[in-house]
């Protein structure tokens, strides 16, 4: 797992900033029709929370958890929205749910987390474990190698995403996460009484600017991923994209929804 090599840590703010645009209007459209007041909803690998929150205000008769493995993440999402009082963050591990029994939640959700898990079939059966019959199983993933469009399209921006998709593999990431993730439900689900839907849709993501910077960048450097004379250039080209008017950076991600069987 690519948070276990600690290549990149969760609470890192400049991993925070990443996910800090994302809402469940961006980012979990497909589920939102099947939420509803009163649903029990878990959310793996939360971060700092938005969705989460989101979630559990439409959810408002119901309860919602966000669990992530970083307890500094889990400390922050914890403090970052007072006025939901059916939302609470925990510490937990994707692979192992061992807080939640079997049968417990109408829904449970994840977004952008099995890319950086080694193994995500046992997820998924964690997942469906937890779920009650006839609740919801909903998972976003993108597949980053697959770059639908980059504005403007810079060589830095190039170079260094290239080196990226080398690399993470070697921390236990997923570079297909989006194309494999039916694959993965079927196998973990199986066929016998669930409903599954997959589909294909676009994601949009924030720049790398930190990434290639400050602590981040001498982190990666330490790793192997790159010089610093390289890291130099692929901030500067970050910096002109993210300066850019009507910058865009867009990756292909796949969507599932699974109906456990009652």
């Known amino acids: 797992m690519a948070y276990a090599a600690n290549v990149i840590r969760g609470d890192d703010p ?16 497909y589920l939102l029709p099947h939420v509803t007041k009163s649903a029990k909803i878990l959310d793996v690998g939360c971060g700092p929370g938005i969705i989460t929150a989101d979630l559990a205000k439409i959810a408002s008769d119901g309860s919602t958890i966000g669990v992530d493995n970083s307890e ?3 400390k922050q999402a914890s403090t970052s929205f007072p006025d939901v009082p059916n939302l609470k963050y925990q510490v937990g591990d994707a692979t192992n749910l061992k807080d939640f029994a079997d049968n417990s939640f109408d829904i449970v959700h994840a977004h952008q987390l099995l890319v950086h898990i080694s193994n995500p079939v046992p997820v998924l059966k964690e997942f469906y474990r937890v779920c009650k019959p ?3 199983i909903a998972v976003r993933e993108s597949s980053p ?9 810079l060589p ?10 080398a690399m993470m593999p070697k921390i236990g990431a997923q570079t297909q996460a989006g194309i494999d993730l039916e694959k993965w ?3 973990a689900f199986g066929t016998d009484g669930e409903k599954l839907v997959y589909t294909k849709t676009p994601v949009w993501n924030a720049g790398h600017t930190e990434r290639v910077t400050g602590p981040a960048a001498a982190h990666a450097i330490q790793y192997g991923m790159a010089t610093q004379e390289e890291m130099d250039q692929w901030a500067e080209a970050w910096k002109e994209w993210d300066a850019a008017e009507d910058h865009e950076w867009v990756f292909e991600a796949g969507e599932i929804l699974c109906r456990k069987g009652i």
């Open 14 to 29: 400049s991993t925070t900033k990443l996910y800090g645009e994302r809402t469940a209007k961006t980012s979990c459209q």
């Open 134 to 136: 006839g609740g919801i």
């Open 185 to 187: 439900a079927k196998e």
């Open 145 to 153: 190698s697959v770059v639908l469009f980059l504005k403007p399209d």
């Open 156 to 165: 830095g921006i190039r170079q260094y995403w290239d080196r990226a998709m």
């Open 72 to 74: 500094g993440i889990i």
